[in-house]
């Protein structure tokens, strides 16, 4: 699309206007004729597949902790998808609990505890929460269309042990 040099007064930054159009951009940074560094920005296709990420493996078994995890919905290649917006079922088996469901969309008035959230933009959060007991907590999430996937999480004793 084109070259432009940038320095601190910039931050860095270079501005171009590019036409929409499906494919693939690929942002490159060169420093004395080398490149240094490059990102892609590609074009995902239909929602296809449920993505999850915690923010821990391992929670203390207090009835208190928390793990975080984050869903999103991909296309057939894995490619984030993010105008997703599926209904989105939640179903916790083992030692925990969900404390909460969100999507970070201040419209939606859902409420924060439930086993449903749709997505918006191509994302959704579930927090989980231990009980008193150990053993492994299985997060499976599901949509119409996408198939089910599902998340382990640890519940830790007091003492260690699981």
């Not at 036409?19 to 490059?38: F, I, N």
């Not at 997703?84 to 008035?109: C, H, S, W, Y």
Request: neutral net charge; charged residues 25%.
């Amino acid at each position: 699309m084109g070259e432009q040099a940038t320095n601190v007064e910039q931050q860095f930054k270079a501005t171009f206007s590019v036409p929409y159009s499906p494919g693939m951009l690929k942002a490159v940074g060169v420093e004395k004729d080398k490149e240094v560094e490059s990102t892609i920005l590609k074009t995902s296709g239909e929602a296809a597949s449920i993505k999850l990420t915690t923010d821990r493996k391992g929670i203390i078994a207090n009835g208190q902790d928390l793990s975080f995890v984050t869903i999103e919905i991909c296309d057939k290649d894995g490619a984030f998808q993010p105008n997703a917006a599926n209904r989105l079922q939640f179903k916790i088996e083992g030692p925990g609990t969900i404390a909460a469901v969100g999507n970070a969309d201040m419209k939606d008035n859902d409420p924060y505890i439930g086993n449903s959230r749709k997505a918006w933009r191509g994302r959704a959060m579930v927090a989980i929460r231990s009980t008193h007991n150990a053993g492994d907590i299985n997060l499976k999430v599901s949509s119409p269309g996408l198939s089910e996937t599902s998340i382990l999480v640890n519940a830790i004793a007091h003492d260690g042990t699981k």
